[in-house]
């Protein structure tokens, strides 16, 4: 192997490893456990899967705000409540919830599995 193979592998590797890593100071939780905190005024529940997707099925008491139009939205979110969020199966929510930590979000929730867990 050459060195530029090499290098082009830990690149590779480096991208996967942030993409699938826990976000430091994200919080996961099961959808069981979801259903136990359901219904909470301290609590802003975040789904943010596209519109049809949301229309298609989603979980009362979360607002939609797809992970595209988050950074623009941001405004819509409190940051003085535990934010969960919500997806299809995770890798949305992995991301919005790096965005949230990022913005200065203090307490962000993720759900694992996402929807696709949801029962």
């Not at 480096?14 to 919080?27: C, H, I, S």
């Not at 941001?74 to 990022?102: F, N, T």
Request: net charge positive.
């Amino acid at each position: 192997m050459d060195i530029l193979t090499v290098v082009f592998l830990l690149i590779v590797a480096f991208l996967a490893y942030r993409m699938f890593a826990p976000t430091k100071g994200v919080a996961k939780i099961s959808t069981t456990e979801l259903k136990s905190k359901l219904n909470d005024r301290n609590r802003f529940y975040l789904d943010v899967r596209t519109p049809g997707e949301f229309k298609g099925n989603h979980i009362k008491g979360f607002k939609n705000i797809p992970l595209q139009t988050l950074p623009a939205q941001l405004d819509k979110i409190p940051k003085d409540k535990e934010v969960i969020v919500i997806c299809q199966s995770g890798m949305r929510s992995k991301q919005a919830v790096k965005q949230l930590k990022k913005a200065g979000y203090p307490n962000v929730t993720e759900v694992s599995g996402g929807m696709n867990a949801w029962r």
